[in-house]
């Protein structure tokens, strides 16, 4: 059974710094994509950033490129979502996901219970 655990949302101004982190536990197979994805208000999930388990390389969604950088720590088994020079636009509910396609959300088979990211 694989659980996903977020930390480290909170409000911001514009401009700032936030990073936020996924605790997984349970089996994880290194096949997989580990996924940060957000939701705001009216909107569908999208996809923020991904981190293949095998290799490392990394996927970012056009919105964030340069702000963003996704890393895990494979030793604790926790992915982490670097925020800089956030905006208003980035306000939303931020998941972490677990063994999907690239930004797909559709395709993810776990996930966390999100954590809100307000920006100002």
């Known amino acids: 059974h694989v659980q996903l655990v977020e930390s480290g949302g909170g409000s911001v101004h514009a401009g700032g710094s936030l990073r936020l982190s996924c605790a997984v536990t349970?089996?994880?197979?290194?096949?997989?994509?580990m996924g940060w994805f957000r939701q705001a208000p009216g909107e569908e999930r999208e996809g923020v950033a991904v981190?293949?388990?095998?290799?490392?390389?990394?996927v970012y969604a056009d919105s964030v490129e340069g702000r963003f950088t996704i890393s895990r720590d494979s030793a604790t088994n926790t992915t982490y979502l670097q925020m800089n020079s956030l905006t208003p636009e980035d306000t939303a509910m931020y998941y972490c996901?677990?063994?999907?396609?690239?930004?797909?959300?559709?395709?993810?088979?776990?996930w966390g219970q999100g954590t809100q990211v307000t920006v100002s």
């Open positions: 349970g089996h994880t197979d290194n096949t997989w994509c």
């Open positions: 996901a677990a063994d999907g396609l690239v930004l797909n959300a559709k395709t993810y088979n776990h």
């Open positions: 981190i293949y388990l095998l290799g490392g390389s990394a």
